[in-house]
């Protein structure tokens, strides 16, 4: 994992999330076996709408690290709802597998030139974005602390 943190930084693990994440957000209304973006489907904006939270966990780590600020609760509540999301983006990754998998499958039929290309794409996008997520929490406990707040308050003096 150390040479991993050795290539991706904290800053360019943050914006290579970014990156990814918008990229998966157009993703998300793509079909791979029509080549098709489907707008109208309210399945698809459901990976948009959780990346929000991924976004908001980006802002506040970042924020956390630049100001040189300890953790608190809200964002713990953040993160604990980052890692369920985190299962979303495994299940994703799992469906771009299958999808790309079955391509033996319709070889008979009539599927676009863009299937494969994209589909390894869009899976090797999803990896990218769950070797980023776990990499952003190791360097929230890193650099940012963890989340010891039972410890906290039995360092007030609460005499002055």
Known sequence: MNSIKGIFTWKLTLIVS?????????FSFYGLYTN??????????IFPLLSIVH?????????????????DPPMRTLEYVLYIISLVYIYKLVETVIT???????????IPSTFLPLGFFMMALYAVLLLVTLLAVLYRKEIVGTYLFDDMNQHVDHWK
């Open 55 to 71: 976004f908001v966990f980006l802002y506040v780590l970042w924020f956390k690290i630049s100001e040189k600020e300890l953790s």
């Open 18 to 26: 970014i990156a990814v994440l918008f990229l998966l957000n157009i």
């Open 36 to 45: 098709k973006f489907y707008f109208f489907r309210i399945d698809n904006y």
């Open 100 to 110: 790309v998998s079955s391509y033996s499958d319709f070889e008979n039929h009539l």
